[in-house]
Nanobody, 131 residues
Framework: QVQLVESGGGSVQVGGSLKLSCVAS????????MGWFRQAPGKQREWVAG???????SYADSVKGRFTISQDNAKGTLYLQMVSLKPEDTDTYYC??????????????????????????WGKGTQVTVS
C-alpha cells in the first residue's frame, strides 16, 4: 500500500525558511511521479512543484526562485526547500504521487505533473504558517 508522510512544517517569520520532507513507502519510488501541492481552508488545492521523469523540476510562478524541490531515490524521500517565505505561503502542504508505469500510468512530463488529476496518492499534509 502506498503511503506518503510529510513532515517539516511549522511557524516561521516572514523571510524565514523551512524544509519539508515526504517519505514514501509501499511502492517502488522510481516508478512514481512526485509533486507538492498546497491548500488553504476554503480554497482549491494548488500545485506547487514537481519533478518530471528526467528529474527536472517545475514550479508554480508564485514560488519560482524561492522553493526548490528535490528527491533522494535511495531514501524514497521527496523534499521541498522553502526560503524567503511570505504570509501568502501559509497553507497545508501535501505530497502526492502517481504511477508513471503500468496500466494506470500517466505521463511524467512537465505538463502532466502540474495538474492535480493524475495524482492518486496523497499524504495527510503538514501545516506551514508564515507571519
Amino acid at each position: 500500500q502506498v503511503q506518503l508522510v510529510e513532515s517539516g512544517g511549522g511557524s516561521v517569520q516572514v523571510g524565514g525558511s523551512l524544509k519539508l520532507s515526504c517519505v514514501a513507502s509501499g511502492y517502488l519510488y522510481s516508478a512514481y511521479c512526485m509533486g507538492w501541492f498546497r491548500q488553504a481552508p476554503g480554497k482549491q488545492r494548488e500545485w506547487v512543484a514537481g519533478l518530471d521523469s528526467h528529474g527536472i523540476a517545475s514550479y508554480a510562478d508564485s514560488v519560482k526562485g524561492r522553493f526548490t524541490i528535490s528527491q533522494d531515490n535511495a531514501k524514497g524521500t521527496l523534499y521541498l526547500q522553502m526560503v524567503s517565505l511570505k504570509p501568502e505561503d501559509t497553507d497545508t502542504y501535501y505530497c502526492a504521487a502517481y504511477s508513471r508505469i503500468g496500466s494506470e500510468a500517466s505521463p511524467c512530463d512537465v505538463n502532466t505533473i502540474a495538474t492535480i488529476g493524475p495524482y492518486n496518492y496523497w499524504g495527510k499534509g503538514t501545516q506551514v504558517t508564515v507571519s
